[in-house]
């Protein structure tokens, strides 16, 4: 069973930051897009950051400005790195790995809470 393992989540003030991390190294097929999402407790599970294997970016809106998406030289680490962290960004984090045929890998997510 290949894993994708999540890390750095924890609990963390309004205002500050924190960086999560997606080990995809077991992968051993050509990843396509990398994606971090998050579901809030009694919600969907939402898009928050996508990078492609070209390095090309986006966001949702309500993240923009605050959070970055990157990944290593080998592309099979992605970090979401979170600054400004609101009480609204509370959610369990998941990294998601497609690779270049189409198959979804899913972490077992990370618990980001912030609050004073």
């Known amino acids: 069973q290949v894993q994708v393992v999540e890390s750095g989540g924890g609990l963390v003030q309004p205002g500050g930051s924190l960086r999560l991390s997606c080990d995809a190294s077991?992968?051993?097929?050509?990843?396509?897009?990398m994606e971090w999402y998050r579901q809030a407790p009694g919600k969907q599970r939402d898009l928050v950051a996508t990078?492609?294997?070209?390095?090309?970016?986006n966001y949702a809106d309500s993240v923009k400005g605050r959070f970055t998406i990157s990944s290593n030289s080998a592309k099979n680490t992605v970090y979401l790195q979170m600054n400004g962290l609101k009480p609204e960004d509370t959610a369990v984090y998941y990294c998601?790995?497609?690779?270049?045929?189409?198959?979804?890998?899913w972490g077992q997510g990370t618990q980001v809470t912030v609050s004073s």
């Open positions: 998601n790995i497609t690779t270049r045929g189409l198959i979804d890998y």
């Open positions: 077991e992968i051993s097929f050509s990843i396509n897009v």
């Open positions: 990078i492609t294997r070209y390095g090309s970016t």
